[in-house]
């Protein structure tokens, strides 16, 4: 597609049950990111992925917390055993990975709004 | 590890003011930077980035090592302005946002 898609845009859960949201990157592009946007918090790195490995985890919050990219295109992100605190906006962006300082800018999708009730 | 401070959650300016947007790094390397920008019900976007040197929108952005920051400046600010900015640093094919200004332009 022309842009990074993001499914579900809207969703509701009841406290405990597990979501996955998932994102679409840009054709070709290698790098994948995931962000958190809450209110107050702006934008928390999660997870990026670079092809289908992701090298850094340590934006996870917690083990309840799981992403996997196949393909080396389309990533899920999981969310086990939702609590109240997960509510956010989960931001994907992707990009090319070059060689040329400033080139690797990120398109970001529409976002998954999650609702933990 | 790299690091984004924007110390400002909240900005207010009357249209026609200028405004500058700080935002400082802690990275030892050479940085590349960006300011993203969201605008009310649409994607975050691309604003500027460091190395291009460029003016987007009256908007620009200098890099300065010696006190490690990169505060984006307007002139003369405009109430289409009002939006939410995030510096960002990337470096080793990764991106670390700041905690974001939210900029308000009265008319």
């Known amino acids: 597609g022309a842009g990074v898609s993001q499914s579900p845009s809207n969703k509701v859960t009841e406290k405990g049950k597990d979501v996955e949201l998932r994102c679409d990157p840009i054709?070709?592009?290698?790098?994948l990111y995931w962000y958190r946007q809450s209110l107050g918090q702006g934008l928390e790195f999660l997870i990026y992925?670079?092809?289908?490995?992701?090298?850094?985890k340590s934006g996870l919050p917690s083990d309840r917390f799981s992403a996997e990219r196949t393909g080396g295109s389309v990533s899920t992100l999981t969310i086990q055993r939702t609590q109240q605190e997960d509510s956010a906006v989960y931001l994907c962006a992707s990009s090319l990975v070059t060689g040329f300082a400033g080139a690797n800018v990120l398109t970001f999708g529409a976002g998954s709004r999650l609702t933990v009730l | 590890a790299q690091r984004v401070t924007q110390p400002e959650k909240l900005l207010s300016v009357f249209k026609g003011a200028p405004v500058e947007l700080k935002c400082n790094y802690s990275y030892s390397g050479s940085p590349e930077l960006f300011w993203y920008v969201q605008y009310s019900r649409q994607r975050l976007q691309l604003l500027l980035r460091h190395i291009s040197r460029e003016s987007i929108k009256g908007f620009t952005a200098d890099l300065n090592k010696g006190e490690t920051s990169f505060h984006l400046k307007k002139p003369f600010a405009q109430e289409e302005d009002s939006a939410m900015y995030y510096c960002?640093?990337?470096?080793?094919?990764?991106?670390?946002f700041g905690a974001g200004t939210r900029l308000t332009v009265k008319p």
């Open positions: 054709s070709g592009h290698t790098a």
């Open positions: 960002a640093l990337y470096s080793n094919n990764d991106m670390r």
């Open positions: 992925f670079q092809g289908n490995s992701a090298p850094d």
